[in-house]
């Protein structure tokens, strides 16, 4: 029964955390999809509908462990066709030890319209 009641709580807090990603990917334009990752590479929760490929780079544990930002490459993302990258910070429990991390898919529509306004 414990382990059951467990399953449930941890079911629902994935909800609230996938509902409240949602909502910041909703208000903030620059974001395609946030994602929360664990340490083994595994997308705990999206705020999309289908979780899309992690691509972080090769070093992405280390860097997070270090308690640095990632940066990834820009990449043509062939769904959205445009240029999209990502970035992700460490997620950390109060006694240092490494969750995972959160990571954002970003599009470059921002610098886009300001590039065709200036041209």
């Not at 972080?56 to 544990?61: E, S, T, Y």
Request: charged fraction near 25%.
């Amino acid at each position: 029964v414990e382990k059951s009641a467990r399953g449930r709580l941890r079911g629902k807090a994935l909800q609230r955390l996938k509902a409240y990603l949602k909502s910041v990917r909703g208000k903030f334009s620059d974001y395609e999809e946030l994602m929360v990752i664990n340490p083994k590479g595994r997308v705990v929760t999206t705020s999309a509908a289908k979780a899309g490929p992690v691509n972080l780079p090769p070093d992405w544990l280390k860097r997070a462990r270090a308690g640095n930002a990632i940066i990834g490459n820009a990449y043509w993302d062939d769904l959205l066709n445009k240029v999209a990258m990502k970035i992700a910070v460490p997620i950390k429990a109060a006694d240092g030890r490494l969750l995972g991390v959160l990571a954002a898919k970003l599009n470059f529509h921002t610098i886009e319209t300001v590039m065709k306004r200036l041209a």
